[in-house]
């Protein structure tokens, strides 16, 4: 079917040139305003989406950055890697037990020296000063039995270089000669650990529960 001009009304006029250059001029500005407003949103769209992304990654930043210091460190040691399902990575032989989180409670008076108690007795080699060492260990304060941290619940292993001042002075002198396998208690005294008024760790004296898990010949 052919295409049919439109029929003019008897009194209507053909537009003038100016009045078809005003339409015309018109016509642009829309266009150009529907391009721009498209333009706006593209633009924010994609603002939007850069935001997220910056968001999303600050979080795992922060999640990742959870603390590295450990209940005996001053934050020079180490985690290890999760273990997932390996966790604790219990030596071959040993007791049993090491697979389960102790209970650890507060102490009887003020200890004024250091004193380790063998918990359980490994029969692996000995820790030596200059060597790394992996263990697991709660921590909790000696007066009132409040934990304060432990690897346990973080669901990994600490490694830190034995006698290297790496971590507390508690740690360092009571776990020398500790035998890979053993469970230990040492009871540590406000100045072999952080101190009565500490800014970097709890106050006062501490009671910890420590795992030995294995020693190495040197830092890794």
């Known amino acids: 079917m052919s295409q049919q001009t439109k029929a003019r009304r008897p009194d209507e006029r053909p537009p003038t040139r100016a009045e078809k250059r005003k339409a015309w001029k018109e016509a642009a500005a829309?266009?150009?305003?529907?391009?721009?407003?498209?333009?706006?949103a593209g633009g924010t769209l994609g603002s939007l989406v850069v935001v997220a992304l910056l968001v999303t990654l600050i979080v795992v930043v922060v999640r990742?950055?959870?603390d590295d210091k450990g209940a005996g460190g001053n934050g020079t040691g180490e985690q290890a890697a999760p273990t997932a399902q390996g966790f604790?990575?219990?030596?071959?032989?040993?007791?049993p037990a090491l697979r389960?989180?102790?209970a650890v409670g507060k102490g009887d008076g003020e200890p004024t020296k250091l004193a380790v108690s063998t918990?359980?007795?490994?029969?692996?080699?000995?820790?030596?000063?200059?060597?790394?060492?992996?263990?697991?260990?709660?921590?909790?304060?000696?007066?009132?039995?409040?934990?304060?941290?432990?690897?346990?619940k973080r669901q990994q292993t600490f490694d830190f270089q034995l006698g290297a001042g790496r971590v507390i002075k508690g740690w360092d002198e009571g776990l020398v000669g500790v035998t890979v396998g053993s469970r230990v208690q040492l009871d540590i005294p406000a100045d072999l650990a952080y101190g009565d008024n500490a800014a970097s760790g709890p106050s006062g004296p501490l009671r910890f529960v420590v795992d030995v898990l294995a020693v190495t010949s040197g830092p890794v």
Do not use: C, H, M
């Open 30 to 40: 829309r266009a150009a305003a529907a391009r721009k407003r498209r333009r706006i």
């Open 64 to 66: 990742n950055g959870a």
């Open 88 to 95: 604790p990575p219990v030596p071959e032989g040993a007791d």
């Open 100 to 102: 389960t989180k102790p």
């Open 119 to 152: 918990l359980i007795k490994g029969t692996g080699a000995g820790a030596l000063a200059g060597q790394q060492i992996t263990v697991n260990y709660v921590g909790v304060s000696y007066r009132t039995g409040e934990e304060f941290d432990s690897s346990w």
